[in-house]
């Protein structure tokens, strides 16, 4: 049995909920505030950072994509055209460059950045980091933001799919990003149809349906959040 501790609004942990939903795994769910560290959830990563996978009563994998590789060694290296990392060195290194672009670059100057200050502050307490939103951070955010989305819309336009011919694990990274991006209602897609192109195939694939029905509470989503054709 598998048990993810995630957040739904960790990028990271979406992503490892898209690897999870590809290869048709079920997975037990348990939502984690990591400002709040919770002794059982140090117990498993005393750095108190999320995603953190359990296999069974097995050791914690701690991170996004750390979980990816245990995932492709124990799963993906068995689902042939299916396999969400290459087999050739060279695709293999491409697929992880992007994805710890999408997971850390992007992360470090955009998503963690607007989640931190739209939502994660509404639901600490004062002594815990909460707050009032600091406007500062927003606007660097959004402005990096727009930089990401045109390399979106660049790969989606030279590629068929982010790094290459199939789907991997670059393309569930960057969606798990920009989905929570987007449903914060950040992402300024008439700016960048491409990239909306390749973001619609992704709401389409099966692994992305629960995404479409969550809702953060007391933050509802922009109105076409929902929505495969938008």
């Not at 769910?29 to 999320?50: C, G, I, S």
């Not at 953190?52 to 994998?61: F, R, S, Y």
């Not at 990816?68 to 990392?85: M, N, S, V």
């Not at 336009?157 to 929570?180: C, H, K, P």
Request: neutral net charge; proline residues 6%; aromatic residues 10%.
């Amino acid at each position: 049995m598998l048990t993810l501790h995630h957040h739904p609004m960790s990028a990271a942990s979406r992503f490892i909920r898209l690897v999870l939903g590809e290869y048709g795994e079920r997975v037990e769910l348990v939502e984690e505030r990591p400002w709040q560290r919770r002794q059982e959830f140090l117990a498993l990563n005393p750095a108190a950072t999320l995603p953190v996978l359990v296999e069974d009563n097995g050791p914690a994998i701690v991170g996004g994509t750390v979980a990816a590789e245990y995932l492709d060694e124990t799963r993906g290296a068995f689902q042939r055209e299916r396999r969400l990392l290459a087999e050739k060195p060279g695709e293999r290194a491409e697929i992880r460059r992007l994805t710890e672009w999408f997971l850390g670059k992007m992360d470090g100057e955009v998503t963690r950045y607007l989640v931190r200050e739209r939502v994660f502050k509404l639901e600490m307490r004062a002594e815990e980091g909460g707050g009032p939103p600091d406007a500062s951070a927003i606007r660097a955010a959004r402005l990096n933001l727009k930089n990401h989305m045109r390399y979106v819309g660049w790969l989606a336009e030279s590629r068929n799919w982010l790094s290459g011919t199939r789907l991997s694990y670059a393309d569930l990274a960057a969606a798990a990003a920009v989905s929570i991006l987007d449903y914060l209602g950040e992402v300024a897609w008439d700016e960048e149809p491409l990239a909306k192109e390749w973001y619609m195939r992704m709401k389409s694939r099966p692994s992305f349906r629960p995404f479409l029905a969550e809702r953060v509470r007391g933050i509802p989503p922009v109105a076409h959040y929902g929505e495969l054709d938008f």
